[in-house]
Structures are given as C-alpha cells and as structure tokens.
C-alpha cells in the first residue's frame, strides 16, 4: 500500500481545506494574525503567513513515538482552537503515526519505508519520546527495528527535525536518575542535525502549531536558544510573566497549601515554584484556549520545560540552592524587608535575573537566518551544516 502522493498538485492548499470545512476568511485571517503575534512577527509577516496557508500544499510529515507517555499529541490534538486541532492537523498531511493513522502492521512500515525512499529531503520528522541506548535499543523496538535506527533512517531524508516535549529534547521522566534504559533525547543521537526542541511536559498545542507555521511559512526553521528551543516561546521565565510576581516581590508567599496564603493567591515560590528557572509561555498562552496554568490553578510550576526536571530536588520543597540563581536569599530578603527596603531588593533581583537570563538563553547572534537542514546527499546522509 502506497501512501497518496501528498505533492500533487491535486491535493488542496491548507486553505481551500479550511474553507470546504466552513472556515470563513475572516477566521482565517484572524488566525494567522494570531500565529503571527505568538511568534514575535512585525505585522506585515501576517500577510506573508496568510499568503503561505494559502498557497503551499501539505507537507509530508513522518511523527515517531518512542518512550513516552503520548500527551504531546494530547496536547496538540486537544487544542480548543479549532484550526489549530482540526486543519493544522490535516494541514501537514500527517502520512505515518503509530498513534492516529488507521494503517497498523505491515501496512504501516510499508508507508513509513515509502515516505523515507521515495520523499527525501521533503519530509518534516517529529519525534515524540526519548531514544533508549541500553540493551542495544531493546527497550524500545518498534517492527523489529530499535528506535535508534529508526531515528538514524529517518533522520537522513528529513527536511527539518522536530523534537516534541521533554522527552524528546531532553529525556524527560526516563532518563531522571537512574536511567535505567540509558534514554537519550534526539539531539544526543543526531549531533551533526539541527534539532528544534519544542520544551514542556507537554508542550503548549499553540507553540507545537507556531512552530509548523513558523516552518511552512519561511521555510525555515524559527530562532532557537542555546538549548534549541524556539526563542518567540522560550525567551522568558515563566517567573517573568506571572500574575503572581507582585506577590513575589512584595514578600507574600504561601507557606502551605492550606493557609490563608495560598487561598489568597500569594506567591508559590516557598512550596516549590520552579517558575524563577523556567522558561516557557504559559502565562502568556496558557492552556485550554488561554484559560489557564498550573500556577493559575494553585499549583507550582515544576519546570517541565527544562532539562533533568525531575532530579532537580522534591518538587515541593523549595529549593535552597537552584544552580545558578541564588534566588533564595533574595525571597528571604524580601519577605523579612516589606517596605523600603523591598523596592532594592526587588531592583537587585531584577538586575540579577537580567544578568543570569542572558546567560542561559544564550544569545547567540547570526542564527536567525538559519534554514532547514539541507536535503540529504544522494547517498541518504544529510550534508553538514
Ligand atoms: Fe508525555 Fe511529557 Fe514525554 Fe510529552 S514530554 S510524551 S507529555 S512525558
Ligand atoms: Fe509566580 Fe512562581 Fe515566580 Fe511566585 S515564584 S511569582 S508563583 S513564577
Ligand atoms: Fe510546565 Fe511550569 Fe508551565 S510546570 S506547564 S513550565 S507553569
């Protein structure tokens, strides 16, 4: 069984399918100016977003599943916005998931192996899940093939490579001491690719859908920080936009969870907010069509969208000593100083922060401009960047 020749020029721009499905031109403009101010673009990129969904045909897309618990594609498939969940979907022409498609067996391999031969350097990759090195790749065998060398086939034809969520950029849950299956994240594995890691546990549907606009639009992939997450989401510390930080920075904390404290909506810092060392979009987006976030619901951040989360102390405990923020002291200090010693405090922390986030975003100049990973030689590897 053949996958459809997803290139011809019979199959249907994103946007004559958004249309047959009832979508009005207004509403689809109004999502490309939304996709255009989640990715940080002058308002003339809308335009240029507009002009792409309507245009481009779908995009060949290979989604592998490792080890993971699959709430990515939860994520992306639940998204409330309707182009974001339905169209965006059919939009990049989803030809091999062992979650969703209907094929299974032989049937399925016989896809994946024709998209890999016969698409090269058309394809996006996606990866959902972390790649076990143990027991030379037994822990996870797909069709008798080890993801290893199922992330090594597929690699070599991929236009561009996604990672999605924690698993895939970092490991996630798996890899937490002591790795028992030695889990790796795709960058581990495919050193000389550019690999866009789209942070969180999961992450956000709206982030997953900027990032393939970002792609389909520019044909190129997004700006990315020094841990390759795209910078139009990962830019700020979830600390940075929380409506919380007043709290913060007036000393009003919780203590427990069942004083009057947190009733009152203070800040979850000293029950174990790991928002001062995180960096992701929620309390921009938020979740479920912006109505909220963890921290919105009472709950700390537990820095889902960083690396080795998991071993990075009890997650209820504050931390004394989070590597290379010190932010304890400044909390103490705060919370001992309400009044006029708070403002200096709260200046010296803001300077600090500033200082340290430069650091760990890692700037790095000249990359805006970096394109897809050039489609792969004849021989099947991908030429080195
Ligand atoms: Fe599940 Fe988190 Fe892994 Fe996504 S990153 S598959 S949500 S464990
Ligand atoms: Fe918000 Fe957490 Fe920062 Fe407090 S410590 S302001 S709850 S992000
Ligand atoms: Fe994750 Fe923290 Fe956001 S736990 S969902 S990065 S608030």
Known sequence: MNPPNVLSETVPTVYEQMVSRGVSRREFMKFCAWMGAYLGLEGSAVAQIAK????KRRIPVIWLHFQECTCCSESFLRSSHPIVADIL???????????????AGFQSEEILADLVKNHKGEYLMLVEGSVPLGADGAYCVIAGKSALDTVREVAAGAKAII?????????????????????????????????????GCPPIAEVMAGVLVHLLTFDRIP??????????FYSRR??????????????????????????????????????????????????????????????????CSEAKFWDNGPFYQRLTNFPGF??????????????????????????????????????????DNRKLDPAPTAAGEPKKP
């Open 52 to 55: 792409a969904i309507e245009s």
């Open 238 to 303: 979830v600390h940075d936009t929380c409506y919380r930080r007043p709290n913060y920075d007036a000393g009003l904390f919780v203590e427990t969870f069942d004083d009057d404290n947190a009733k009152k909506g203070y800040c979850l810092y000293k029950v174990g907010c790991r928002g001062p060392s995180t960096y992701n979009s929620c309390g921009v987006i938020r979740w479920n069509n912006g109505t909220s976030y963890p921290i919105q619901s009472g709950h700390p951040c537990i820095g």
């Open 326 to 367: 010190g932010i304890e002291a400044t909390a103490d200090k705060i919370g001992l100083t309400v009044g006029g010693v708070t403002a200096a405090a709260a200046l010296t922390h803001a300077v600090l922060t500033n200082v340290r986030k430069r650091g760990t975003i890692g700037e790095q100049p000249g990359e």
């Open 163 to 199: 990672a999605w969520g924690n698993c895939a950029s970092a490991g996630c849950v798996q890899a937490a001491n002591p790795n028992p299956t030695t889990a790796m994240p795709i960058s581990a594995i495919l050193k000389d690719r550019t690999i866009v890691n789209v942070q």
């Open 89 to 103: 979907l059919d939009k990049i022409s989803l030809d091999y998931t062992e979650t969703l498609q209907a094929a």
């Open 223 to 232: 700006q990315l920080d020094a841990l390759g997450r795209p910078k139009a």
